[in-house]
C-alpha cells in the first residue's frame, strides 16, 4: 500500500508540494528550451539548455513520488521509486555533461561520469540503497554546480553576478529541501520535517527558476572570446588610450577614434541627449560606450554581451579615479595614458570584481 494512501492532512499537504514542483519545473523546462530554440546564439553548451534539462529531471522525479506514495499498487510501487530516482540522475548526467563542456576547467567528465555510475547501480538495487544513492547523485552534482558559481561569478559583474548569488542560494535551499523530503527524514524525524523539506524543495526550485529566466548573461559565457579592441576617447575627439585584445584585428586607431566621435556627437545632436549612445551595431560588429566626465570608453566586440557594458562601465570608472586630473589639464601630450593598459587587463580579466 502506498505511504500516503490513506486520507489526512500531511497527505494533502505533500500532494500539493509535490504537484507544484512537478507543475512549475515543466513549466520553467519548457520556457527555457523555447528561449534556446529563438536564441540566435544557439549553442549545444547554452546554459539554458543544461538547466532545462534539470528542470525536466525534477518534474519526473516529483512526479513518479507522486505515484509511488499516493496511487500505487505494492507491485509496481518500487518501480515508481526507481523511476523517480533514475530520472533526477539522467537528468544530472546531461546537465554534467553541458557544464563541463561549458566550463573550462580539465574535469576529464569525472563528474558525469560519477553520476553515470550511480545510475547504473541504481536499476540493480535494493530499495534500502535508494536514499543513499541519491545523496551520492546530489554531492557530484554539488560539485560541478559549485565549479560553475564559482566560475560564473568570477567572470561577471553587476547584475549577471547578483542573479548567479541568487541562483546559487535557491540551489542551496533546494538541495536542504530534497535531502528533508527523504524517507529517512520521514521515518526518523517525523511528517511535520517531511513537509518542510517540501517546502524548501518547491520554495528554492521556484527561486532557482526564476533567477534563471531573469538572468541576463545565461549565453554569455565566452565573453572573452568577443572583444577585440577597446578605446578612451577625450570630448574633443582626441584619442586618449587604445588596447587591442585581438592581434589579428587591423584597424587604423586614430582614424576609428576619430570615426566613433563623429558618430557619437551626430546621434547626440539628433536625439538631444546628453548622455550619447550605449550600443550600436555596425556590420559584425557591436560598438558599447561608456560615459565618463570628459570622455568616453568605447568597446568594440563582436556581440553586444551585457557582461561586456557592466565591464566598460566598470573600467571607465577605474579611468576617471586614475586619470581624472590629467583628463582636465589635457594639454597634446597623451603618453601618460599608457598606464591604462594595466587597468583594461585586470578589468577584463575573467577573474576581475
Known sequence: MPPFGVPSLVRDAVLVLDSAVVLYTLLFAITLVYEWL????????????????????????????????FYSTPDF??????????????ALIGFSLALERILPYHTHHVFSAGQTIVAAVTVLAPREMLTALAFAASIVAFGILALFCIFFVRSTTGVVRSSMRIILAGFLVGYTGFLGRS??????????????????????????GTAILGSPAL?????????????????????????????????DETLTAAGIAGVQELFKEITQSKTGLNNLSIGNFDILFAQGPGFTSVL????????????????????????????????????QFEAADALAKAVFSPGSK
Open 183 to 208: 524517507d529517512f527524514i520521514y521515518d526518523n524525524l517525523g511528517p511535520q520535517v517531511y513537509i518542510l523539506g517540501g517546502l524548501f524543495l518547491a520554495g528554492g526550485l521556484l527561486v532557482l
Open 77 to 90: 510501487y518500487l518501480l515508481w521509486v526507481k523511476t523517480g530516482y533514475l530520472s533526477i540522475m539522467i
Open 219 to 251: 549565453d554569455e559565457l565566452d565573453w572573452t572570446d568577443q572583444m577585440l579592441e577597446l578605446y578612451v576617447i577625450h570630448a574633443s575627439g582626441i584619442l586618449l588610450f587604445h588596447h587591442k585584445f585581438v592581434s589579428a584585428v587591423d584597424m
Open 300 to 335: 568594440i566586440a563582436n556581440q553586444p554581451y551585457r557582461v561586456l557594458l557592466e565591464k566598460v562601465k566598470d573600467f571607465s570608472d577605474k579611468f576617471q579615479l586614475v586619470f581624472g586630473k590629467a583628463i582636465q589639464n589635457l594639454g597634446g601630450e597623451v603618453s
Open 38 to 69: 529563438k536564441s540566435p546564439l544557439r549553442k549545444p553548451t547554452d546554459v539554458r539548455l543544461a538547466w532545462s534539462v534539470f528542470m525536466f529531471g525534477m518534474a519526473c522525479n516529483s512526479f513518479s513520488f507522486i505515484m509511488s506514495d
